[in-house]
């Protein structure tokens, strides 16, 4: 294990991106606390890691979204199945900047961009057949046309606090480093299995 747990990370989802068998080589747990105090769970793809922290992007306006807005407390949890490794990160979620955000918008396909136009992430469905004709007017719309970067969409980097790698052991001894942030240094102890 290295000292420095983001280069830990990075080596990590580097070995994870090689796995020809794993399809979602991204995805990542991000919980939130709702608005009752009842932390909750989804995946997002992960889109970048630097000593700046875990960057992953979303409509602004989502539950998830709307709670770190009011509360940036966060975890992230990744599952690398085909490796045996875990790994947990607290911390806390800031937005990350709008000159960022179109960097990310830039890079996603014609068709999601036109999806994330058209939806209001997590607000309850009416008729998916209103989303997809609406979807068809907008396509027919823009074309090939570049579509702006809309003002609900953006991004968060969670700023890690604490991370755990854990190294699955068949007979159940599994390593776990635990990395804790303090005084701009990172301090690792070994926890039991
Ligand atoms: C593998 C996978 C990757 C996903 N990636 C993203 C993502 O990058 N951003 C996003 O907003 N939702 C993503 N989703 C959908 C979310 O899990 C979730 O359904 C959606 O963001 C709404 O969450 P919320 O209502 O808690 O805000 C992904 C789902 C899966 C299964």
């Known amino acids: 294990m290295m000292n420095n ?3 830990q990370f990075l080596s990590w989802w580097q070995q994870a991106k090689a796995q020809p068998n794993l399809k979602q080589r991204s995805a990542v747990c991000v919980s ?3 608005e009752q105090g009842f932390p909750c769970g989804r995946f997002v793809d992960l889109k970048a890691v630097s000593d700046a922290g875990f960057t992953f992007c979303t409509h602004l306006g989502s539950q998830k979204g709307q709670d770190l807005r009011r509360n940036p407390k966060v975890a992230m949890t990744a599952w690398w199945d085909a490796l045996g490794y875990q790994v947990r990160v607290k911390g806390l979620a ?5 000159a960022d955000a179109l ?3 830039q890079s996603r396909s014609h068709d999601a961009q036109l999806t994330t136009l058209v ?6 469905l009416v008729s998916m057949q209103a989303v997809t004709s609406k979807l068809e007017t907008l396509g027919n719309d823009f074309q090939a046309q570049t ?3 809309p003002e609900d969409w953006g991004g968060f980097v969670i700023q890690p606090l604490s991370i755990e790698f854990l190294t ?3 007979n159940r001894l599994h390593e776990r480093e635990l990395y804790q942030h303090e005084n701009g240094a990172w ?4 926890l039991q299995p």
């Open 187 to 190: 301090c690792k102890t070994q």
């Open 94 to 98: 800031y937005e990350i900047s709008r």
């Open 5 to 7: 747990p983001i280069e």
């Open 32 to 34: 939130t606390i709702d």
């Open 103 to 105: 960097r990310y918008w």
């Open 168 to 170: 699955f052991k068949e």
């Open 119 to 124: 939806c209001q992430q997590s607000q309850p």
């Open 147 to 149: 579509i702006p970067l």
